[in-house]
């Protein structure tokens, strides 16, 4: 490439950038609507909210992706830009299907209005994980915003805290199924919450791994968290 | 492109092809392993294939993406030729998840012998429900092996019925832990077979959507099944 059109690439990815970073804005908004109707059932209209957030969300996905294929076909990148470009259709991908999960979730915890102590584990469990996995995102589109390895190797560590409080929910709740069987209905709803939590988890780990590729040029999609750490304080 | 890159080129999306239908069987025979296991929980050891399996779904994966990558680099692809090598960076990924599903379907269809009654919803209801989602891959890597747009939007329709599978089976589940307590651990088990089976279900549907995006460079990921089938009758 000259260096003229090198600068345009670098205006060109930034625009990818801000794309990117306005629909993680959006997710991020769809996400503290859904934890708002966790913590108090009587957020009735979230649902509203994140649907329509979520029509953005998706038109964006389209258009980034429409612009990372036009930026290929036109500045014919290689190497480390081709990697990055690469690496922004995969993210918008994932941040996609967050806002889904997140969508489910705001849909459903209307749902769960069940006995005083399904009420507490939403409230307070569920709701507790819900931010874990928030924060999770933010800083996977960190990570992406300053192509951060270290904050995508903190996300990818993170993901197990994630499935660890998912199981810890799904134990709670079974236990209550047994102890009465009147809460099945609204548990059984809960437990896919929580599903859809950890799934944001994973979620968010391909958008922290999306990075590393983007950067190193190494594929740790099915690495461990160590083999990650090590590959990162690598050459 | 001169002829002579376009032969190359054809040479490449050839490879890629092979890959994705050697990727697509290993998912297809690990299908078949969980069915079994689900038909009958004698098969102890499906997980132990379905892993091995896994591990070169995984390595196929990485390597696939990386051809990718590198013909984009090497060939400078425009319209639909860098469409379709972007089409098949979804797909595998894609039939990843699709492999991870399936793996999990197998670890828990053993962790589900309960009483008589369970045993026959995961015998039949679950196992075809499973079978439903197996022919939709299928069929999805036969629009993708063949660019067959009328395949895809077969896959595309079939969604709602393994969507309308799951809530039935999901129902079922419900009723059958509140009549007997006993059952809820390996029914809630069961729920989240269902719920893999329905996220496969979600995946072919992907795989299909890139292939018509690949070939009409028309993004219906977030269009209606009619709204797909009216663009393909298009021109």
Redesign the interface.
Same mark, same amino acid.
């Given at each position: 490439m000259t260096e003229h059109t090198y600068k345009q690439f670098d205006a060109d990815l930034e625009e990818l950038r801000s794309g990117v970073l306005a629909m993680g804005g959006l997710v991020e908004q769809q996400f503290e609507l859904a934890i708002a109707a966790l913590e108090d059932a009587g957020l009735q209209d979230a649902e509203d909210h994140v649907s329509v957030n979520e029509e953005q969300v998706?038109r964006l996905?389209?258009a980034i992706?429409?612009q990372?294929?036009q930026i290929?076909?036109r500045r014919?990148?290689?190497?480390v830009d081709?990697?990055l470009i690469?690496a922004v259709?995969?993210v918008v991908?994932d941040l996609e299907r967050i806002g889904d999960e997140v969508k489910k979730i705001a849909r459903k915890a209307a749902g769960t209005q069940g006995d005083e102590r399904l009420t507490r584990v939403r409230r307070f469990q569920v709701a507790r994980t819900a931010r874990s996995a928030s924060r999770m995102t933010r800083t996977a589109l960190d990570a992406f915003a300053r192509l951060d390895l270290e904050a995508a190797a903190e996300v990818i560590d993170r993901d197990e805290e994630i499935d660890a409080e998912f199981h810890a929910v799904?134990r709670q709740l079974?236990s209550y #199924? #047994?102890e009465d069987?009147r809460t099945?209905?609204p548990a059984?709803e809960m437990?896919?919450i929580a599903?859809s939590i950890e799934r944001i988890g994973d979620h968010a780990k391909n958008v922290a791994e999306a990075v590393v590729q983007g950067v190193k040029g190494k594929?740790v999609?099915?690495a461990s968290a160590a083999e990650v750490r090590a590959e990162l304080s690598g050459p």
């Amino acid at each position: 490439m000259t260096e003229h059109t090198y600068k345009q690439f670098d205006a060109d990815l930034e625009e990818l950038r801000s794309g990117v970073l306005a629909m993680g804005g959006l997710v991020e908004q769809q996400f503290e609507l859904a934890i708002a109707a966790l913590e108090d059932a009587g957020l009735q209209d979230a649902e509203d909210h994140v649907s329509v957030n979520e029509e953005q969300v998706n038109r964006l996905q389209v258009a980034i992706d429409q612009q990372c294929s036009q930026i290929i076909a036109r500045r014919q990148p290689t190497a480390v830009d081709l990697r990055l470009i690469l690496a922004v259709t995969k993210v918008v991908n994932d941040l996609e299907r967050i806002g889904d999960e997140v969508k489910k979730i705001a849909r459903k915890a209307a749902g769960t209005q069940g006995d005083e102590r399904l009420t507490r584990v939403r409230r307070f469990q569920v709701a507790r994980t819900a931010r874990s996995a928030s924060r999770m995102t933010r800083t996977a589109l960190d990570a992406f915003a300053r192509l951060d390895l270290e904050a995508a190797a903190e996300v990818i560590d993170r993901d197990e805290e994630i499935d660890a409080e998912f199981h810890a929910v799904l134990r709670q709740l079974v236990s209550y #199924m #047994m102890e009465d069987p009147r809460t099945i209905g609204p548990a059984v709803e809960m437990v896919f919450i929580a599903k859809s939590i950890e799934r944001i988890g994973d979620h968010a780990k391909n958008v922290a791994e999306a990075v590393v590729q983007g950067v190193k040029g190494k594929d740790v999609r099915h690495a461990s968290a160590a083999e990650v750490r090590a590959e990162l304080s690598g050459p």
